[in-house]
């Protein structure tokens, strides 16, 4: 048998989202997510992104997290994983985890030195699909918990969605939408978490990118996304690689489909991160 994917754990730098059992919780199972900082010694005040790591809403691929973050780091950025609820919890445990942790470094940003102004979200497949959710839904009553954290604004400044799951409609990720909001979820919610639906002038600037033979998670996804920002005139950037199977994370095997780091981080850094 394959050895059982490592999953990660907190660490003495960990901080957990929730001082204790996490609100609207439909599983108590004592899972507790937690924010993972990896912060610059820096002398003034940078950039950060949050980084949600994909496994379409059953877990969490540790590949699509510390790597990240690390990469983020070289390129003189501050970098945090956010370590969300997935199934058996459903909506809106993990958009209620990723908008508090944009609350939380938001809100401790002069101890980071962070710019509270320049916070993105990064997500890969159906971390891609979270990180979008809390862009077109910031600030929404879905992302509230009703504690003195929700007067700090959940809005990330720019996203970087990576072979993201985005629409419940066309092209749906089956999976990931039967994780998150069950198997009978009625068509209003499923049209809800259907981003390309939701995109509107105030959506943050987005960065995208799939390959064009992704099995896992069809193109189209980021397609319908970068139609309807094009539409809305809201500024992105949209690479699509032709080779490349799904879940490829920095791609290290891909040289070619691992040029979309350094793309991405020249997006952040050209914005002022």
């Known amino acids: 048998m394959p050895p059982k994917p490592e999953v990660e754990q907190p660490t003495d730098k960990s901080v957990f989202l929730w001082p204790g059992e996490p609100p609207k919780s439909q599983v108590k199972d004592g899972f507790r997510p937690w924010l993972e900082p990896y912060v610059l010694d820096a002398e003034r005040a940078r950039g950060a992104v949050l980084v949600c790591p994909g496994g379409g809403y059953g877990g969490r691929a540790p590949h699509e997290g ?79 918990a009703g504690d ?21 409609q066309q092209f749906a990720h089956l999976g990931s939408f039967k994780n998150l909001l069950g198997p009978d979820a009625p068509e209003d919610l499923r049209r809800f978490m259907s981003l390309e639906l939701h995109v509107s002038e105030s959506t943050p600037p987005t960065f995208l990118w799939h390959t064009a033979e992704d099995a896992g998670v069809p193109v189209g996804n980021s397609l319908l996304f970068a139609s309807a920002l094009s539409r809305y005139k809201v500024p992105f950037e949209l690479h699509v690689y032709p080779k490349g199977r799904h879940g490829l994370g920095l791609a290290p095997e891909l040289p070619h489909v691992a040029t979309w780091a350094e793309l991405a981080c020249q997006w952040l850094l050209e914005m002022g991160w």
């Not at 916070?119 to 992302?143: N, R, Y």
């Open 66 to 144: 510390a790597p990240i973050a690390k990469r983020l780091n070289q390129a003189g950025i501050h970098g945090f994983v956010a370590q969300y609820r997935v199934a058996p919890h459903r909506h809106p445990e993990p958009i209620l985890d990723a908008s508090r942790a944009l609350r939380i470094i938001r809100h401790r940003a002069a101890e980071w030195r962070v710019r509270p102004d320049r916070i993105a979200i990064l997500g890969f497949s159906a971390g891609g699909h979270l990180a979008g959710s809390a862009g077109v839904h910031a600030d929404k009553e879905c992302t509230k």
């Open 148 to 168: 003195e954290l929700d007067v700090v604004s959940s809005r990330p400044d720019a996203m970087i969605l990576c072979y993201p799951v985005i629409s419940s």
